[in-house]
């Protein structure tokens, strides 16, 4: 491990040794530069014919509850349409869902994303469909969708993150980790993030628990969700984030962390990192947390 700075060192050789590395969970995501792996369950492809039955929203299958509100949910028929809406979104996160009338998969995963959106005030969600029209399907092309449900997610206008045939618990999974703006996690975008969050708990002696991952990785997103409610219940650490695909001094930062593999956690308490944790498993990450917090942990 690297020096942050003066007030930030690595501990002695003989602490880190008596840290267990989980070696068990196998879908750790490389430090390697080819980032992005996409499952693809349960999608259906997008038909490029037309069709004589077009619907303007999703719908839920037979016998599924439907959410009461789709309101937040805007649904886009042209390319047009759709650029304004990136571009009115601004920084925000924008969740896009390519649906089609015909995929059952498209209407069961629907439900969700109204309900995602009457809690995620700062997220936008858009609709489109892509058998509804010329125009639509010219949409789709465009984005290179050939299967529904496909989820893309945009900020700035630029698309960071892509999914296709996921189920609920991802799909929130990928709402929290891409457009989380007001929670309890501290979000860190460069080394001096770091030394300043250092600087500001080196008085009150606060476990610092840092989540170093990148943009595109799957078991960042999964453990992401459980880092959130940690830092909502736990009083006595603090929470950050930082993804080293964001920019040169976030990548430089886990270089100097020696960072392999990710998600990685990092335990700083008074300027100095006591220890760390290489994996997404929820069970594993509070267990480590809580022995670095100085309650006893049988493994």
């Known amino acids: 491990m690297a020096t942050i700075t003066n007030f930030l060192s690595k501990p002695p050789a003989s602490d880190l040794s008596s840290i267990p590395k989980i070696t068990s969970i196998s879908p750790h995501a490389s430090f390697l530069p080819s980032f992005v792996t996409k499952p693809r369950p349960f999608s259906t492809k997008l038909e490029s014919s037309r069709s004589s039955r077009f619907i303007t929203k999703a719908t839920a299958a037979p016998k599924t509850k439907k959410a009461p509100s789709d309101e937040r949910v805007k649904q886009v028929h042209s390319i047009e349409e759709f650029d304004e809406a990136l571009k009115s979104a601004k920084n925000k996160l924008v969740v896009v869902e390519y649906a089609a009338s015909h995929s059952k998969q498209s209407s069961k995963i629907y439900p969700f994303m109204v309900e995602l959106s009457r809690t995620c005030n700062d997220v936008e969600f858009l609709l489109v469909m892509g058998d509804e029209s010329e125009q639509t399907r010219e949409l789709c092309k465009r984005e290179k969708?050939?299967?529904?449900?496909?989820?893309?997610?945009?900020?700035?206008?630029?698309?960071?993150?892509?999914?296709?045939?996921?189920?609920?618990?991802?799909?929130?999974?990928?709402?929290?980790?891409?457009?989380?703006?007001?929670?309890?996690?501290?979000?860190?975008?460069?080394?001096?993030?770091?030394?300043?969050?250092?600087?500001?708990?080196?008085?009150?002696?606060?476990?610092?628990?840092?989540?170093?991952?990148?943009?595109?990785?799957?078991?960042?997103?999964?453990?992401?969700?459980?880092?959130?409610?940690?830092?909502?219940?736990?009083?006595?650490?603090?929470?950050?984030?930082?993804?080293?695909?964001?920019?040169?001094?976030?990548?430089?930062?886990?270089?100097?962390?020696?960072?392999?593999?990710?998600?990685?956690?990092?335990?700083?308490?008074?300027?100095?990192?006591?220890?760390?944790?290489?994996?997404?498993?929820?069970?594993?990450?509070?267990?480590?947390?809580?022995?670095?917090?100085?309650?006893?942990?049988?493994?």
């Open 145 to 299: 969708i050939e299967q529904v449900p496909h989820f893309s997610f945009y900020k700035s206008m630029e698309l960071i993150h892509e999914e296709e045939g996921i189920g609920p618990d991802q799909l929130m999974g990928d709402v929290l980790y891409y457009g989380d703006n007001h929670s309890a996690v501290v979000q860190l975008h460069c080394r001096e993030d770091v030394e300043k969050l250092i600087e500001d708990h080196k008085a009150d002696h606060k476990l610092i628990v840092l989540d170093v991952g990148l943009k595109h990785c799957g078991p960042c997103v999964k453990v992401y969700p459980t880092v959130i409610k940690l830092s909502r219940q736990m009083d006595t650490a603090v929470f950050a984030r930082m993804n080293g695909d964001e920019n040169d001094s976030c990548m430089q930062f886990l270089k100097d962390m020696d960072v392999i593999e990710v998600p990685t956690f990092l335990f700083i308490r008074d300027g100095e990192i006591c220890g760390r944790y290489v994996g997404s498993g929820k069970g594993e990450l509070i267990g480590e947390i809580l022995r670095y917090q100085g309650v006893r942990v049988t493994y």
